[in-house]
């Protein structure tokens, strides 16, 4: 098949249309990752603004455990992914909800029925980083925005190796960028070559 027979090709238009149109649709989210990686690299450490307030809570004796966490969090109109199982200890409970450019730690006084709300307001670059990092490897999140970003993180991947599948598969096709893809695909190959080199030699 020559090479203007195969840009007629129905597998070859199809790889084209999706290796255009999927890529501009996650470039978004590859952004997002791609900043947010410089980010870790570098060390920038975030930034918070805090903010402190105490609240009253209405809490029923005997109440601990997730009833409590639950209790308090309904009550401050807090949602988020929940760090904290409502377990007392010296009269207090400690309860963490994160979400996307907010971290709020709810100490609890049990005897007081107070709580102690400590916010963690980040900008921009720190919620990207957030987003990189959460849910994270091993995690079950209970949030459903957390569960919807870990699927949306995976069809990230998926996504983009096939945009990789298909530029292979055009750069194939097409005979008059073989040489140029050649020396493409070699110089990635022995810059990873090196590194793995380096690494394992370390």
């Known amino acids: 098949m ?4 195969a840009k007629r090709n129905g597998l070859y238009l199809w790889s084209r249309k999706i290796h255009l149109y999927l890529g501009i649709a996650i470039s ?11 980010m870790l690299n570098h060390g920038v450490t ?3 603004i805090e903010e402190s307030s105490v609240a009253s809570l209405e809490i029923e004796d005997g109440v601990e455990g997730p009833a409590l966490v639950s209790t308090v ?14 377990q007392i200890l010296d009269g207090k409970t400690v309860v963490r ?5 907010k971290v709020t730690v709810v100490t609890v ?6 709580a102690q709300v400590k916010d963690r307001i980040f900008g921009l670059m720190d919620t ?6 959460n849910p994270g490897p091993h995690k079950s999140p209970t949030w459903t925005f957390s569960k919807l970003w870990g699927w949306v993180a995976d069809s990230t991947v998926y996504i983009t190796l096939l945009l990789t599948l298909t530029g292979v598969y055009m750069w194939v096709v097409l005979k008059s960028e073989r040489r140029a893809g050649l020396i493409a695909l070699g110089s990635g190959a022995f810059g990873f070559a090196i590194i793995l080199f380096t690494l394992l030699a370390l």
């Open 46 to 48: 975030p930034n918070p």
């Open 2 to 5: 020559n090479e203007s027979a």
């Open 128 to 133: 990207m980083r957030y987003l990189h990092l």
């Open 97 to 101: 909800v994160s979400r996307p450019g």
């Open 73 to 86: 969090l309904d009550q401050l109109g807090l949602t988020g992914e929940v760090v904290g199982r409502g």
């Open 109 to 114: 006084d049990i005897a007081a029925r107070e």
């Open 28 to 38: 978004p989210f590859l952004l997002v990752f791609a900043i947010s990686t410089l």
